[in-house]
């Protein structure tokens, strides 16, 4: 059966076992994300070293950031108009013409940033200019990730999420197993396994209604908003990956492997927050703005809870998945696990006021961890290095975080104990608001 055989038939599975529930699929598909990412990075980590594992970062975080900085908040557009509108050949096709048009102007500059990051290291320059010339594929990718989300089509959104990682998984086991892992190869694989996010967005376009067309006025409504959510993207990737942007010139590629390894570790709580925000998003774009609160209460115990949990089991298990040569890291892990509190609640109130129609409301939130991200950055990369990185993530997302729930309580009112004090019925809450099924919102996309 093939890969877009298979994605057809899941679609068209009965709700069993769980399909009743999205949250529960989003949270698993989000964990499922991570997990991967933990399996992946235990192979670089013992095939390349912290020295191969940090070059790679230097490839591989450039194209992401550049998938996300060119998007110009498209990606936000197609979840909030899917969600309303419910035209998604239309909207594919308007944002795909953006997203093209985008990717071939941010290509121009490819040049410039290759030989300002590659530090000499011919591997580097050269897959930064082919992966830039892959961006209007990327950025798209990114754009109908969205789209599913938009529409609540929550298998195909986890089939999105999880291909690219499965695949350049497998790939990265067979290159380990033949002996054929290098940097150059795992390079190759990550960026290609990214191609396969399409294959969901294109079954659920294929049952969809309606002409593919270009439309001039969606086009300026959706760089209205985008742009409007764009300087609060810009900010919220400057202060996930900034860090280690700064750091491809500024420190030792070892000591680069070391902090990427931490960061992998430390983003294990992330799979709550947002796969919360992926499910409650569209009901709140429909008017329950009250999700916004309750599911505040229910994310942030839950959050602290799994935090603890990792930071208790990370100085025994950091150095068995990677290696004793990544001991050091353990310290960075257990600092940047004390941003993920902070962050998770500015993730998910922030998701829940740009699905309400505030995206710069998030934008701006992101915008005041970049005011501290970036100072802190300065001051504190080159006296403190890795460990100044990470204590400048923990202050920038406490900053966003009492931002953004400042924000959420002006819109969407009551106390601020509404978004922080748990309840005995928030559970129920929940549960009630999602749809009966997990592809629930597939027959009211077609009508």
Do not use: C, K
Not at 172 to 201: D, M, R
Not at 325 to 347: H, M, N, R, T, W
């Amino acid at each position: 059966m093939t890969a877009h055989a298979a994605l057809r038939n899941a679609e068209r599975m009965p709700a069993r076992v769980g399909a009743r529930r999205p949250a529960v699929w989003l949270v698993a598909g989000n964990l499922a994300f991570n997990v991967l990412g933990l399996a992946t990075g235990p192979i670089l980590a013992r095939a390349l070293g912290p020295s191969g594992r940090g070059t790679l970062t230097a490839i591989l975080v450039p194209l992401f950031l550049a998938s996300w900085v060119f998007a110009l908040g498209l990606p936000s557009f197609a979840r909030f108009s899917a969600a309303r509108d419910r035209r998604p050949r239309t909207l594919a096709a308007t944002l795909g013409a953006l997203s093209l048009v985008s990717g071939v102007v941010a290509f121009a500059a490819a040049p410039a940033i290759a030989s300002a990051l590659a530090e000499g290291r011919g591997v580097v320059h050269d897959f930064l200019l082919v992966g830039f010339a892959f961006l209007p594929v990327l950025i798209f990718g990114n754009v109908t990730m969205s789209l599913l989300a938009g529409l609540e089509l929550w298998r195909l959104t986890v089939a999105a999420q999880l291909l690219p990682p499965v695949t350049t998984l497998l790939g990265l086991l067979v290159l380990w197993g033949t002996g054929e892992l290098t940097v150059s190869t795992a390079a190759a694989v990550s960026v290609g396994g990214q191609l396969l996010i399409f294959l969901p967005a294109a079954v659920a376009l294929r049952r969809s209604g309606g002409g593919f067309r270009f439309e001039g006025r969606l086009a300026r409504r959706a760089l209205g908003f985008g742009l409007r959510a764009w300087p609060g993207q810009l900010s919220s990737l400057a202060n996930a990956r900034l860090d280690q942007l700064l750091m491809i010139p500024l420190v030792d590629p070892a000591d680069l492997g070391l902090y990427v390894v931490a960061f992998t570790v430390s983003t294990g709580p992330a799979v709550l927050g947002r796969g919360l925000a992926l499910a409650l998003g569209p009901r709140i774009s429909r008017g329950q703005v009250d999700l916004a609160r309750t599911g505040a209460r229910v994310l942030i115990p839950v959050v602290l809870g799994a935090t603890a949990l990792i930071a208790a089991i990370t100085p025994i298990a950091l150095p068995l998945l990677f290696g004793e040569d990544f001991e050091p890291a353990v310290p960075l892990a257990l600092i940047l696990l004390g941003a993920a509190i902070p962050y998770q609640g500015s993730i998910f109130l922030g998701e829940a006021l740009s699905a309400s129609g505030r995206p710069g409301q998030f934008a701006m939130g992101h915008i005041v961890a970049f005011m501290v991200t970036l100072p802190g950055l300065l001051v504190l990369l080159p006296t403190l290095g890795v460990y100044g990185a990470a204590l400048v993530s923990v202050a920038a997302y406490l900053a966003q975080f009492l931002y953004v729930i400042v924000a959420a309580h002006r819109h969407f009112g009551g106390a601020y104990s509404d978004f922080l004090l748990p309840r005995r019925a928030d559970l129920g809450v929940i549960r009630s608001a999602l749809p009966g099924r997990l592809g629930g919102g597939r027959a009211e996309g077609r009508r």
